[in-house]
């Protein structure tokens, strides 16, 4: 044991001494860390706008008004009123995910549930942002929905447009006569209903009207984490983007350890003190364990940087012992990760490029560089081949998901056999290239 | 000491590594204490030889014994043997002391005694002044020295040294020098390859001259040349020429060569009869010749 941790304190002295791998293992991490948490700052609880999107009111009607109200008030969009092709320029800039139009006559029919013409509104996309784009329709259409109880609840303008609807069906000759005389008895009905509604909201004060008045909605939707067994949503346990970037940035740091250990290896051969290492009375497998040793604290030791340092800026993790046993289970299986990638080639340079390729293929599909949520629908299937997505989901697990204990399983059982398999491709390789 | 007692024994070693042989049938018995020079040109086979005695390479055939029946792999062989590869093999961005330190802990030395080793390895090395500098600061000699100094922390029985003075200076050469005799004084067993004869000449009991794989000859510098050195051979230039005397070996002009097992006898006996020189040379045959005899072929070549 005393020659694996001589081996390990002298790797972590000379790592210490390497101002690029210090570099890789440190600073980008917290590069990518910050970076992110400052786009991931509208995912938290207390966050404040999101996708950026412009409006253009061309009905101008009080519908249309309440339309762009109701868009405002969404916590999830930022909404400015500008001209269209003002709005299209920045959209082209990259400044705004879309545009809204509302186009004249929109007042008439939006909020009308038996109108044969529905509300018209467009929305301008970029092409390259269809993910935001989606999500803009979709708030759309709740803003829309929320006009219903709106319609309902203003019975002079409701009688108007049921008297309109009336004449349009009593003039129709397209509509036999039996078919007319059950609409307009259903039409001569809701304006009684609608008039005696109005008559007994003209005897109470508006606090009352307020408060009894019927609510509306088309759905009500409620977010709950499909991870957790128990507690709130996702949503509600993201205390700040912090949490969501610092896993991901975690991993950075994790994966530079592992390139910089990996390198370390062949370092050895092509400087030939692996040669005074193998005449040494110490066994190969107390080399690659030390080897190990040394990468398993770089790699503690990034992640409790990283922690702390997310910490100070404001992520909160809610289990952090589970934080710490799934900062092992990463540890372990990224020095199998080590030892396969510093077998890939003979030469520093070969297993440099090899590695850091692997890594960011690795990291592409697994959520390290942009959320697995943003990803096609091919790429999520293949983070389930990325350590890197087992590692952020382990991590996540811990800071935000609420997982319970069963829950780490996978991705910790997952992770231990990555580093193992890892782990019995370097060292047969290892053997076979001594041979 | 017991100068009889094998401490390292190779008996029919080969090797090949693919369609090359790199080392063919070699035998060869190291006493105890005396060191031994592997001579022969680059690509002879004497860095193969070299490790399969440390047992970084597997031979193909035979096998190697060293002190009592150990095999090279084992821990107490290990512990025997001290290695300076002709590479390098040192920590750049560790300092001398650290270097020594952590070479030392792999054979199991721990507190005072690594302590006294490590500053022992420092005087043999002649760098107690830079001790505390990284490696990466120092020059080609001192860095050779400390590779030297790092197979022998451990306080070895046996040193392989393997070109040791490949890329130094002279003054690091020397000391290099003055460190091997200081073991041969202390009683270690060295293996010592170079394909510098002058090297072997001065510091080797006997010397094995491999080429191409194979044991050409093993013995003392001195039975070598007797055996395969040939005659030494005097040039010089004669004051005028010589009238009645007929000279021995070749007479060109004023110029004279001759070849003698005896040149100092020959030319006491011309200057005896009156032959005055103006300039005269007397080649001795040394390890080159020896080589050039065996092989056919300088060992520069």
Same mark, same amino acid.
């Given at each position: 044991?005393?020659?694996?941790?001589?081996?390990?304190?002298?790797?972590?002295?000379?790592?210490?001494?390497?101002?690029?791998?210090?570099?890789?293992?440190?600073?980008?991490?917290?590069?990518?860390?910050?970076?992110?948490?400052?786009?991931?700052?509208?995912?938290?609880?207390?966050?404040?706008?999101?996708?950026?999107?412009?409006?253009?009111?061309?009905?101008?009607?009080?519908?249309?008004?309440?339309?762009?109200?109701?868009?405002?008030?969404?916590?999830?969009?930022?909404?400015?009123?500008?001209?269209?092709?003002?709005?299209?320029?920045?959209?082209?800039?990259?400044?705004?995910?879309?545009?809204?139009?509302?186009?004249?006559?929109?007042?008439?029919?939006?909020?009308?549930?038996?109108?044969?013409?529905?509300?018209?509104?467009?929305?301008?996309?970029?092409?390259?942002?269809?993910?935001?784009?989606?999500?803009?329709?979709?708030?759309?259409?709740?803003?829309?929905?929320?006009?219903?109880?709106?319609?309902?609840?203003?019975?002079?303008?409701?009688?108007?447009?049921?008297?309109?609807?009336?004449?349009?069906?009593?003039?129709?000759?397209?509509?036999?006569?039996?078919?007319?005389?059950?609409?307009?008895?259903?039409?001569?009905?809701?304006?009684?209903?609608?008039?005696?509604?109005?008559?007994?909201?003209?005897?109470?004060?508006?606090?009352?009207?307020?408060?009894?008045?019927?609510?509306?909605?088309?759905?009500?939707?409620?977010?709950?984490?499909?991870?957790?067994?128990?507690?709130?949503?996702?949503?509600?346990?993201?205390?700040?983007?912090?949490?969501?970037?610092?896993?991901?940035?975690?991993?950075?740091?994790?994966?530079?350890?592992?390139?910089?250990?990996?390198?370390?290896?062949?370092?050895?051969?092509?400087?030939?003190?692996?040669?005074?290492?193998?005449?040494?009375?110490?066994?190969?497998?107390?080399?690659?364990?030390?080897?190990?040793?040394?990468?398993?604290?770089?790699?503690?030791?990034?992640?409790?940087?990283?922690?702390?340092?997310?910490?100070?800026?404001?992520?909160?993790?809610?289990?952090?012992?589970?934080?710490?046993?799934?900062?092992?289970?990463?540890?372990?299986?990224?020095?199998?990760?080590?030892?396969?990638?510093?077998?890939?080639?003979?030469?520093?340079?070969?297993?440099?490029?090899?590695?850091?390729?692997?890594?960011?293929?690795?990291?592409?599909?697994?959520?390290?560089?942009?959320?697995?949520?943003?990803?096609?629908?091919?790429?999520?299937?293949?983070?389930?081949?990325?350590?890197?997505?087992?590692?952020?989901?382990?991590?996540?697990?811990?800071?935000?998901?609420?997982?319970?204990?069963?829950?780490?399983?996978?991705?910790?059982?997952?992770?231990?056999?990555?580093?193992?398999?890892?782990?019995?491709?370097?060292?047969?390789?290892?053997?076979?290239?001594?041979? | 000491?017991?100068?009889?007692?094998?401490? $390292?024994?190779?008996?029919?070693?080969?090797?090949?590594?693919?369609?090359?042989?790199?080392?063919?049938?070699?035998?060869?018995?190291?006493?105890?204490?005396?060191?031994?020079?592997?001579?022969?040109?680059?690509?002879?086979?004497?860095?193969?030889?070299?490790?399969?005695?440390?047992?970084?390479?597997?031979?193909?055939?035979?096998?190697?014994?060293?002190?009592?029946?150990?095999?090279?792999?084992?821990?107490?062989?290990?512990?025997?043997?001290?290695?300076?590869?002709?590479?390098?093999?040192?920590?750049?961005?560790?300092?001398?002391?650290?270097?020594?330190?952590?070479?030392?802990?792999?054979?199991?030395?721990?507190?005072?005694?690594?302590?006294?080793? $490590?500053?022992?390895?420092?005087?043999?090395?002649?760098?107690?002044?830079?001790?505390?500098?990284?490696?990466?600061?120092?020059?080609?000699?001192?860095?050779?020295?400390?590779?030297?100094?790092?197979?022998?922390?451990?306080?070895?029985?046996?040193?392989?040294?393997?070109?040791?003075?490949?890329?130094?200076?002279?003054?690091?050469?020397?000391?290099?020098?003055?460190?091997?005799?200081?073991?041969?004084?202390?009683?270690?067993?060295?293996?010592?390859?170079?394909?510098?004869?002058?090297?072997?000449?001065?510091?080797?009991?006997?010397?094995?001259?491999?080429?191409?794989?194979?044991?050409?000859?093993?013995?003392?510098?001195?039975?070598?040349?007797?055996?395969?050195?040939?005659?030494?051979?005097?040039?010089?230039?004669?004051?005028?020429?010589?009238?009645?005397?007929?000279?021995?070996?070749?007479?060109?002009?004023?110029?004279?060569?001759?070849?003698?097992?005896?040149?100092?006898?020959?030319?006491?006996?011309?200057?005896?009869?009156?032959?005055?020189?103006?300039?005269?040379?007397?080649?001795?045959?040394?390890?080159?010749?020896?080589?050039?005899?065996?092989?056919?072929?300088?060992?520069?070549?």
């Amino acid at each position: 044991m005393g020659s694996i941790i001589d081996i390990a304190r002298k790797d972590l002295k000379l790592l210490t001494r390497d101002k690029g791998a210090m570099f890789f293992l440190f600073a980008f991490p917290i590069m990518m860390g910050v970076f992110f948490g400052f786009i991931y700052q509208g995912m938290g609880k207390k966050s404040s706008g999101g996708i950026k999107i412009a409006i253009v009111d061309n009905d101008q009607s009080e519908m249309s008004g309440k339309f762009v109200e109701h868009l405002k008030a969404n916590e999830n969009l930022t909404v400015v009123e500008l001209p269209l092709e003002q709005a299209k320029q920045k959209i082209r800039d990259k400044d705004l995910v879309g545009v809204v139009v509302v186009t004249p006559g929109f007042g008439e029919n939006a909020g009308v549930l038996w109108s044969d013409q529905p509300a018209k509104i467009r929305i301008g996309k970029d092409p390259s942002r269809m993910a935001a784009s989606a999500m803009l329709e979709g708030y759309v259409m709740e803003s829309v929905g929320q006009l219903i109880p709106e319609r309902l609840s203003d019975v002079n303008s409701l009688r108007g447009t049921i008297e309109k609807q009336r004449d349009q069906i009593k003039n129709d000759p397209d509509i036999p006569a039996p078919s007319k005389l059950v609409l307009s008895t259903m039409f001569g009905s809701m304006l009684t209903f609608f008039e005696d509604l109005n008559a007994v909201q003209e005897d109470q004060s508006n606090e009352e009207i307020q408060e009894n008045a019927p609510s509306f909605q088309l759905a009500e939707i409620e977010s709950f984490d499909a991870f957790a067994k128990q507690g709130p949503a996702v949503q509600d346990r993201i205390k700040s983007g912090w949490d969501i970037s610092f896993p991901s940035a975690i991993l950075w740091g994790v994966m530079g350890c592992a390139s910089g250990f990996a390198i370390s290896l062949v370092r050895e051969r092509s400087r030939g003190t692996l040669m005074r290492l193998q005449t040494a009375p110490i066994t190969n497998t107390q080399l690659i364990a030390g080897k190990g040793l040394a990468c398993f604290t770089a790699i503690l030791a990034v992640v409790g940087f990283m922690t702390v340092l997310g910490i100070a800026l404001g992520m909160r993790p809610e289990q952090p012992l589970m934080l710490i046993i799934s900062a092992m289970f990463i540890a372990f299986c990224y020095v199998g990760i080590m030892m396969a990638m510093s077998v890939l080639g003979n030469s520093e340079e070969a297993v440099g490029g090899a590695g850091w390729a692997i890594n960011v293929i690795l990291a592409m599909f697994g959520g390290g560089m942009i959320p697995l949520l943003f990803l096609p629908n091919f790429m999520q299937t293949f983070s389930n081949f990325s350590p890197v997505a087992w590692s952020i989901l382990s991590l996540e697990g811990a800071i935000y998901r609420g997982f319970g204990f069963s829950q780490f399983l996978k991705p910790w059982g997952i992770l231990a056999a990555i580093g193992i398999f890892g782990f019995a491709i370097g060292i047969f390789v290892l053997q076979r290239k001594k041979s | 000491m017991n100068n009889d007692r094998l401490i $390292v024994e190779c008996q029919n070693l080969v090797k090949h590594f693919g369609e090359i042989c790199a080392v063919d049938d070699l035998s060869i018995g190291l006493r105890e204490g005396e060191t031994l020079g592997l001579l022969g040109p680059n690509g002879a086979g004497k860095t193969t030889a070299i490790n399969m005695m440390i047992g970084l390479v597997q031979p193909t055939e035979g096998e190697v014994k060293i002190a009592d029946g150990l095999a090279p792999k084992d821990r107490e062989a290990r512990n025997m043997i001290g290695v300076a590869p002709q590479s390098l093999s040192l920590y750049e961005d560790l300092n001398g002391e650290e270097n020594l330190a952590f070479f030392g802990k792999l054979y199991g030395l721990r507190g005072s005694q690594l302590k006294d080793r $490590v500053q022992w390895a420092l005087d043999f090395a002649k760098l107690q002044d830079r001790r505390r500098h990284l490696v990466k600061t120092y020059s080609g000699g001192m860095k050779r020295r400390l590779n030297f100094a790092c197979s022998l922390v451990h306080d070895p029985k046996i040193v392989l040294l393997d070109e040791p003075t490949v890329g130094v200076d002279p003054q690091s050469r020397n000391h290099i020098f003055d460190g091997v005799e200081q073991l041969q004084q202390n009683g270690l067993t060295v293996i010592y390859t170079t394909h510098y004869m002058e090297e072997a000449q001065r510091l080797c009991d006997r010397v094995a001259i491999i080429d191409h794989g194979k044991l050409l000859e093993l013995d003392s510098v001195d039975h070598l040349i007797e055996r395969y050195g040939g005659n030494s051979v005097v040039t010089g230039e004669l004051a005028k020429a010589s009238s009645g005397f007929e000279l021995p070996g070749k007479l060109d002009g004023l110029s004279w060569r001759m070849e003698s097992n005896e040149p100092i006898a020959e030319i006491a006996k011309l200057t005896n009869a009156g032959i005055d020189f103006t300039k005269l040379q007397i080649a001795q045959p040394d390890l080159e010749s020896v080589f050039l005899s065996l092989t056919g072929r300088s060992l520069r070549d």
